[in-house]
């Protein structure tokens, strides 16, 4: 694969864990919805998916990106983009409509592609470049 710009990279990437979720949106959905209902992780249903959500968008933002100096802000944003995905995926038909979109249109989808391009893209350039 030809190497590509960190913004095309980065758009790459969301718009791949969108089309995975359309896929296969039961484990956002699942854990969106048992999460506030537990007073332990270990008690949610499928709780290996959290895990391995995290741990596989932890890797490939660290595998794809230049050495960062600040890991904790790095952590911080990862995880801040992973509650994002699980709020706006795993609960989208909740946000959709508080919206008025259809979770499942274009609108809703692009909404949310384009949200988690123009908060998290700057902050990670920023993180990498903080000229």
């Known amino acids: 694969m030809d190497r590509v710009s960190f913004n095309e990279g980065f758009r790459l990437f969301v718009e791949r864990l969108m089309e995975y979720n359309s896929k296969k949106p039961e484990p956002l959905r699942m854990m969106a919805l048992n999460a506030p209902m537990i ?76 949200t988690l391009i123009r908060v998290f893209l700057p902050l990670l350039k920023k993180l990498i470049s903080p000229k």
């Open 39 to 114: 007073e332990s992780l270990k008690e949610l249903p499928g709780y290996q998916h959290t895990v391995e959500l995290r741990s596989k968008t932890r890797a490939t933002f660290k595998k794809n990106l230049p050495p960062v100096m600040d890991q904790e802000m790095l952590d911080r944003i990862i995880t801040t983009f992973d509650t994002a995905l699980l709020s706006y995926l795993g609960a989208a038909p909740s946000q959709a409509e508080i919206m008025g979109m259809d979770p499942a249109g274009v609108e809703y989808i692009t909404w949310v592609k384009e």
